[in-house]
């Protein structure tokens, strides 16, 4: 059976996530009901393997899936096809490659990478509306970035993990923490861009709300590293809303899209 990777964008608003749950619209559930319509294999309950699971809420532009289907196609037909029976969802598949049996969209990724968008102003949130958290004071981004600078290196990330993660180890590698200041009408837009093998549960959600707690001038940024230390999930700031946050990419080692 050919296996072919996909990336994929979506608005995570309507679902209850990435993950096929029963009776709850998810982000999975709607890709294997449109493979289904193409497949023979889907049609009777073939699963497909993403690079991760994402909440409720959370949005995508680099998700990356697998597929095992019945017959060979030509890359650019099963994408306009995957695409036509998607509608109207709010998901799109962005490119479609043939790999070899061994690629795992899960187990062959070498790095997440995450995005999450705040905007700083009183007037509400229109454009963007689902896609930003809003919070109505501006931020002192360069504490921040102080702050950000305790939680890169492999650390215990107890405090910043959901007590549902299913992780079997709090242990994780974060490479990067990457604060953007940028203009915003009659406001202050603030992205936090990570980076890391590996994410727990929640992990990026708490340590933007507990990053944000600094910006507002409510934490020192040394309690950070005292908050990481503690080990303790009470010791964390505030978990901010999922609509802020998306999936940006997934890196592979060779990339299988290229340039696409």
């Given at each position: 059976m050919p296996r072919y990777a996909f990336r994929v964008e979506y608005d995570g608003a309507p679902f209850s996530?990435?993950?096929?749950?029963?009776?709850q619209p998810s982000v999975q559930g709607a890709i294997e009901a449109a493979l289904g319509r193409l497949d023979p294999g889907f049609a009777q309950g073939a699963r497909i393997a993403a690079a991760g699971r994402t909440d409720a809420g959370v949005h995508a532009s680099g998700q990356v899936f697998h597929a095992d289907l019945v017959k060979e196609w030509q890359v650019f037909r099963l994408g306009e096809a995957l695409n036509w029976h998607l509608k109207p969802d709010p998901v799109a598949v962005t490119a479609v490659v043939p790999v070899e049996d061994d690629f795992h969209a899960r187990f062959s990724a070498l790095e997440r990478r995450y995005t999450f968008r705040l905007v700083a102003r009183r007037a509400p949130i229109v454009a963007d509306r689902g896609w930003v958290w809003q919070v109505l004071k501006p931020l002192d981004v360069e504490a921040m970035r102080v702050a950000g600078q305790h939680l890169v290196g492999r650390h215990d990330f107890t405090t910043f993990r959901s007590t549902m993660c299913q992780s079997a180890s709090p242990v994780k590698t974060l490479d990067e923490i990457r604060i953007e200041a940028l203009d915003y009408p009659a406001g202050q837009e603030v992205r936090f861009h990570l980076?890391?093998?590996?994410?727990?549960?929640n992990q990026v959600r708490s340590i933007v709300g507990t990053l944000e707690r600094v910006g507002a001038g409510a934490w020192e940024p040394s309690r950070v590293k005292a908050a990481l230390k503690a080990r303790d999930r009470a010791a964390c700031g505030p978990v901010c809303p999922p609509q802020g946050l998306s999936l940006t990419g997934v890196g592979y080692d060779p990339d299988p899209f290229g340039s696409a």
């Amino acid at each position: 059976m050919p296996r072919y990777a996909f990336r994929v964008e979506y608005d995570g608003a309507p679902f209850s996530g990435w993950q096929a749950q029963a009776g709850q619209p998810s982000v999975q559930g709607a890709i294997e009901a449109a493979l289904g319509r193409l497949d023979p294999g889907f049609a009777q309950g073939a699963r497909i393997a993403a690079a991760g699971r994402t909440d409720a809420g959370v949005h995508a532009s680099g998700q990356v899936f697998h597929a095992d289907l019945v017959k060979e196609w030509q890359v650019f037909r099963l994408g306009e096809a995957l695409n036509w029976h998607l509608k109207p969802d709010p998901v799109a598949v962005t490119a479609v490659v043939p790999v070899e049996d061994d690629f795992h969209a899960r187990f062959s990724a070498l790095e997440r990478r995450y995005t999450f968008r705040l905007v700083a102003r009183r007037a509400p949130i229109v454009a963007d509306r689902g896609w930003v958290w809003q919070v109505l004071k501006p931020l002192d981004v360069e504490a921040m970035r102080v702050a950000g600078q305790h939680l890169v290196g492999r650390h215990d990330f107890t405090t910043f993990r959901s007590t549902m993660c299913q992780s079997a180890s709090p242990v994780k590698t974060l490479d990067e923490i990457r604060i953007e200041a940028l203009d915003y009408p009659a406001g202050q837009e603030v992205r936090f861009h990570l980076r890391a093998r590996s994410f727990l549960h929640n992990q990026v959600r708490s340590i933007v709300g507990t990053l944000e707690r600094v910006g507002a001038g409510a934490w020192e940024p040394s309690r950070v590293k005292a908050a990481l230390k503690a080990r303790d999930r009470a010791a964390c700031g505030p978990v901010c809303p999922p609509q802020g946050l998306s999936l940006t990419g997934v890196g592979y080692d060779p990339d299988p899209f290229g340039s696409a």
